[in-house]
Every structure is written in structure tokens, then in C-alpha cells.
């Protein structure tokens, strides 16, 4: 009997390699008991393999090592891959090293705010949203201004909560280089919304100002006034002498 020949399984593409290898590498490095605390203490609907920090870090770099983009296209659809793809938290912390990844510096600029901003409107916890807000939108924010503030004007008063804390944290490292125009406007447009996360925000921004300039996050504070809460308040005072 005839047997028609079976079609050839196509080949892996390199966003699968880099997820078949990871998730391996993560399961071998994880410990239960840990991920069950990390799991809990992070509030995650995501499971964690229950690796610590620095075995994250050492377990990614040869995979970093080895993964050299070639275009644009492959390296948004290689974060975008371990990011939507991901079956434990961890994974997404792999994606936001992936998309600092070195070898796509040159395409750090306002065309990636459009995967950034999926980052954070799925991503919507502080630990995803914070470091994706102040490493990777922060630069091309502070390096691409004219074309960039208004996308962040708009992030600071759509409905997405995290896109307005995004906004907030943007300029947490720009120091003397802040817009304070764009800061008082991100700061002025969530003041009197009662959500922790953006009071919170609020306030660390400020303080983080206040390292360069504390007079102006004082008489900033204070112009404010009652509608600052206090924690806002609070996180914006810590460390400058009253």
C-alpha cells in the first residue's frame, strides 16, 4: 500500500527556541515552597517557578548572550512572544530583559512606545508597570521629547490606571534633565484620584525630583495643598529636611 509521505514539522522559530529554553532552565532552577510564597506575596494570578533575583539574572544572560536581532520586527515579536506567551511570572520579567536587550538600542525610540504601553496595560501590577515605565519609556521620553510628551499627556489622563502611573513614573531618572512642566501636568491630572497606586506614584516622583531640586518639590507640595494626601505628602517630604 501506498503511504502518502508525512509533511515536515516546520521549523521552530527563534521566539519558540528562546520560550522551550527558558521555561526548561526555569523549572530546573525553581523551588515550590518559594514560588508559593512569591506567588502569594505578589498577589499574582501568574504562578512563579519560584526563582530568586540573581538566579534569574544569571540563568538569562546566556540566553541574551545568543540572541542578536536582526530587525525591529523580530525583536517586538520575540518580548511580545515570552511576554503574552508566558505561563509564570518570572517569563514576564524575562521579556523586559529581552526588550532591553542591547543589540535593540536602535530601535528604543517612539515607535516602541507602542509595545511598551501593552507591557503595561497587561502587564498592570507595579513590579511589571514600574521598571517598564522608568527603564524603558523613561529614555526614550528624555532622549525623543517633542515627539513623546504628548503620548504621555494622554497616558496621564486616559482610563487606564496603569498607563497614568506609567505617566507619573516616566522621568524617575531624568534628575536635572526633568520636564517640569510634563511633571507638574502627570502630577496635577491624578491628585485627586483616590487610588493607592497613583498617591503613590505622586509622592515618588516628587521625592525622586527633590534629590536635584528639593525647593521647587516643596513650594510644589505646597501649592498643591490639601489636595495632595498624605501619603503623596508623605513620600514627597521623606527626605528633605522640614
Request: hydrophobic letters at 40%.
Amino acid at each position: 500500500m501506498n503511504e502518502t509521505p508525512a509533511s515536515p514539522r516546520p521549523a521552530a522559530t527563534v521566539p519558540q527556541l528562546l520560550v522551550s529554553r527558558l521555561r526548561a532552565a526555569l523549572a530546573a532552577a525553581g523551588d515550590p515552597d518559594r514560588a508559593r510564597a512569591q506567588q502569594a506575596y505578589m498577589k499574582s494570578a501568574l504562578p512563579y517557578y519560584g526563582v530568586t533575583s540573581p538566579e534569574l539574572k544569571a540563568l538569562l544572560r546566556p540566553l541574551l548572550t545568543s540572541f542578536r536581532p536582526t530587525t525591529r520586527e523580530k525583536w517586538d515579536e520575540t518580548v511580545r512572544s515570552l511576554w503574552d506567551g508566558a505561563t509564570h511570572r518570572e517569563e514576564r520579567y524575562a521579556a523586559v530583559a529581552f526588550a532591553q536587550h542591547p543589540g535593540a538600542t536602535k530601535w528604543r525610540d517612539p515607535d516602541a512606545l507602542a509595545l511598551y504601553e501593552h507591557l503595561i496595560s497587561t502587564g498592570a501590577w507595579w513590579d511589571l508597570v514600574d521598571v517598564v515605565a522608568s527603564d524603558l519609556v523613561g529614555p526614550v521620553l528624555l532622549k525623543y521629547r517633542r515627539k513623546t510628551t504628548p503620548l504621555i499627556r494622554d497616558w496621564a489622563t486616559g482610563d487606564d490606571l496603569w498607563l497614568r502611573r506609567a505617566a507619573v513614573l516616566s522621568q524617575l531618572k531624568h534628575a536635572a534633565e526633568t520636564d517640569l512642566d510634563l511633571l507638574t501636568y502627570v502630577v496635577e491630572a491624578n491628585v485627586d484620584d483616590t487610588s493607592f497606586w497613583l498617591r503613590k506614584a505622586i509622592g515618588w516622583a516628587l521625592r525622586q525630583y527633590g534629590r536635584t531640586d528639593p525647593e521647587w518639590v516643596r513650594r510644589e507640595v505646597d501649592v498643591l495643598g490639601p489636595r495632595l494626601s498624605g501619603l503623596s505628602r508623605r513620600e514627597a517630604l521623606k527626605h528633605l529636611a522640614e
